[in-house]
């Protein structure tokens, strides 16, 4: 089955740059999606199509793909920006969906 | 603005059955597909099943095929998760989730997830 890779953990001080990746053999020719997930709380879409940024999610939360691996970027990241982070996309064919392991993003 | 509220979690032994209720507002419900994805605790989010805007088309993750049965009642704006047979290894968050389209299918907006423990 297909699989999508993601760092375990990323740590940065306030006001660095986070970069958090995903890596999967389909990522060529699908899209990445992210989702923030605070502790106890349900995950919030903060990048669609790779790049795209919903509305209401901050500047800073930017994504980007090239080849088999995808990478959200978190510019000046803010306390309140540590959380969990999922990458999300298909299978080649589009018929199997799959979740990232997750990445544990600590700014302090 | 879209909410989905899940219910029905709860404690239950194994072999037990439960059945979870997802309750949306805010759009309109029957034009979309809508999933269910688990977390167990500590873990990360794993898909379990989807089901047609229509009802017509369902789909289940391995581990839950047989078990779990996805349906849903536009009149009442409601998607449903029974579950049956279930084990430890069933014990997670359970979410309901709106799935859209552009480009692709990806989910857009999730609910609170209810709690089941299984557990004797």
């Known amino acids: 089955s297909y699989e999508l890779t993601q760092p375990p953990s990323v740590s940065v001080s306030p006001g660095q740059t986070a970069r958090i990746t995903c890596s999967g053999d389909?990522?060529?020719?699908?899209?990445a999606y992210w989702y923030q997930q605070k502790s106890g709380q349900a995950p919030v879409l903060v990048i669609y199509e790779d790049s795209k940024r919903p509305s209401g999610i901050p500047e800073r939360f930017s994504g980007s793909s090239s080849g088999t691996t995808a990478t959200l970027t978190i510019s000046g990241a803010q306390v309140e920006d540590e959380a969990d982070y999922y990458c999300?996309?298909?299978?080649?064919?589009?018929?199997?969906?799959?979740f990232g392991g997750g990445t544990k993003l600590t700014v302090l | 603005e879209v909410q989905l509220v899940e219910s029905g979690g709860g404690l239950v032994q194994p072999g037990g059955s439960l059945r979870l209720s997802c309750a949306a507002s805010?759009?309109?419900?029957?034009?979309?597909?809508m999933h269910w994805v688990r977390q167990a605790p500590g873990k990360g989010l794993v898909w379990v099943s989807r089901?047609?805007?229509?009802?017509?088309?369902?789909s289940y993750a391995d581990s839950v095929k047989g078990r779990f049965t996805i349906s849903r009642d536009n009149a009442k704006n409601t998607l449903y998760l029974q579950m049956n047979s279930l084990r430890a290894e069933d014990t997670a968050v359970y979410y309901c989730?709106?799935?859209?389209?552009?480009?692709?299918?990806?989910?857009?907006?999730w609910g609170q997830g209810t709690l089941v423990t299984v557990s004797s």
């Open positions: 999300y996309s298909t299978d080649s064919s589009g018929n199997q969906v799959v």
């Open positions: 805010g759009f309109t419900f029957s034009n979309y597909w």
């Open positions: 989730a709106r799935w859209t389209y552009s480009s692709s299918w990806y989910p857009d907006y």
């Open positions: 389909a990522l060529p020719k699908k899209y």
């Open positions: 089901i047609s805007s229509d009802g017509s088309s369902t």
